[in-house]
């Protein structure tokens, strides 16, 4: 968008693009989670960027294209240089906003400028030329940037689940067709302002021509605002559900493994006595050394070990059981205390979700401190009853922030909860549950607390349904 800098439009400009700036650092902080300094330095290099383009380039003849390609790299380059997030998350950031705002300025300004226009027809008469006089233009400039600022700010928050829990090659494909559309409107602008862009061939006179040329904007703005939007969120969803499937097929074989590993346990219990006979034997004859042997062997057929946990569910022994070996293996302190009360009302199948993807968590976030040369990796487990209720709570090292907010999903962050944690509040959920998540001191620290002597009617009704 092109503005005169003289006299009062000397205001508008800069008011417009203060606004503007503050609006985008807003944005970028966000969703890159980046600092103050970071923000400031990026809209302080953005404004005065912009002021040295308006004074260099603007006023000089330059072409509108080659004046918005400058403009698009200067604020792609600035979100790139200034802020500390993954290159390609940032290139999509960059490349969403230049797109909305574009597209938004477009159509905001053609749709006012039909309007005005029509309005100043019907108040001059129709026999008349109509034209918008400078008072007009500052002030579809105003409201154009306005709704632009506005809509970038209201749906700030729709864009949050895009640039979370994705990879690194998604975010560089999402960004290609947006820069495709970005490029379009620019050339489109360009053949705008080089002529009335859609001729009547005589037929009809200027006052028509304009109203042909913006709506012909109009449409072509809000069919690509659909098409953006579409595309942004629909790859997102679809992005997101191949995760959910993922994440299922990984709970399933999960549980597989599980029932394997109980299987074995099963066939040493059915073989237990003749195992018993031969070590009544072994020891009878003080044969020690044979008969440690032979211990070592059961215990390894049946996948048992020193310290296996007894909760009262095979199958949550089981996975306790895989996680403290997969633990011991990086180098991670295992420390567990955890029982089951008697009849539990929660299902196999929700108990191995809630703590399978607690640990999984736990172990990756210890497993990525190694990197780091953490010296204290730890995994501290506690399961138990507590006022009626059943009570799991997970601590493990880490290296996040304690001002990390734990209701945002992170894949870089150490705890990648993501769909884990939907999962583990989802499966919490069924029994009137509740979650709660802290990091404190370099200690992570999730708690589950589930009613117990209601769960069951509820999950009766549930299945009846």
Same mark, same amino acid.
């Given at each position: /968008? ?22 985008? #650092? ?11 300094? &970071? ?46 997030? &993954? ?28 309007? #005005? ?40 928050? *729709? ?21 495709? @559309? ?11 302002? =080089? ?12 006052? &028509? ?7 012909? /904007?109009?449409?072509?703005?809000? *069919? ?49 006595? =003749? ?82 993807? @607690? ?7 210890? &497993?990525? *401190? ?61 029994? =009137? ?33």
């Amino acid at each position: /968008m092109s503005m005169a800098a003289e006299g009062p439009d000397i205001f508008v400009s800069l008011a417009c693009r203060l606004a503007y700036t503050w609006c985008v #650092s807003r944005f970028l902080k966000s969703h890159l989670q980046g600092k103050s300094s &970071e923000a400031r330095g990026f809209a302080g290099f953005l404004f005065g960027g912009h002021a040295v383009m308006a004074i260099f380039l603007e006023n000089r003849m330059i072409p509108h294209i080659l004046y918005a390609i400058c403009s698009h790299v200067l604020f792609i380059g600035l979100a790139l240089a200034m802020f500390g997030e &993954e290159r390609g998350k940032k290139l999509l950031a960059a490349v969403i906003l230049e797109t909305m705002t574009g597209l938004i300025w477009n159509f905001g300004e053609s749709f006012f400028c039909c309007a #005005s226009l029509i309005f100043i027809h019907i108040a001059t008469g129709s026999g008349q030329a109509t034209f918008l006089g400078t008072w007009a233009e500052r002030g579809i400039v105003l409201l154009t940037y306005a709704g632009g600022i506005t809509a970038v700010n209201l749906l700030s928050r *729709l864009f949050s689940p895009v640039f979370s829990d994705k990879r690194k090659s998604w975010y560089f494909f999402m960004a290609v067709p947006l820069a495709c @559309i970005i490029l379009l409107t620019d050339l489109i602008n360009w053949g705008a302002s =080089n002529g009335i862009m859609v001729q009547d061939w005589g037929k009809y006179g200027l006052y &028509e021509n304009q109203l042909f040329s913006h709506g012909a /904007m109009c449409l072509y703005t809000g *069919l690509a605002m659909a098409a953006a939007g579409f595309f942004v969120f629909g790859m997102d969803k679809i992005d997101r559900e191949e995760k959910a499937r993922e994440q299922v097929c990984r709970q399933v074989a999960y549980y597989q493994m599980l029932e394997d590993q109980y299987s074995q346990m099963e066939r040493l219990r059915h073989d237990l006595k =003749n195992h018993l006979i031969a070590l009544e034997s072994l020891v009878q004859n003080r044969q020690w050394e044979q008969a440690g042997a032979y211990l070592k062997d059961m215990a390894k057929a049946g996948k048992l070990e020193a310290g296996d946990e007894a909760t009262g569910s095979l199958v949550l022994d089981a996975l306790l059981s895989y996680k403290r070996r997969q633990a011991t293996e990086k180098g991670i302190r295992w420390q567990c205390d955890a029982r089951l009360p008697e009849d539990f009302p929660v299902k196999d199948t929700d108990l191995c979700i809630i703590a399978g993807n @607690i640990l999984d968590n736990a172990v990756e976030a210890c &497993e990525r *401190l190694q990197e780091k040369k953490w010296e204290d990796r730890f995994i501290q487990i506690y399961m138990g009853t507590v006022k009626k209720c059943f009570f799991l709570e997970v601590r493990n090292s880490t290296d996040i922030a304690d001002s990390f907010n734990t209701e945002k999903s992170r894949k870089k962050d150490p705890q990648n909860h993501g769909l884990g944690l939907a999962n583990i509040k989802a499966a919490a959920a069924n029994y =009137n549950g509740v979650v709660h998540m802290e990091a404190e001191g370099g200690v992570f620290t999730i708690s589950v607390l589930l009613p117990l002597y209601h769960n069951q009617a509820i999950y009766d009704r549930k299945e009846s349904i």
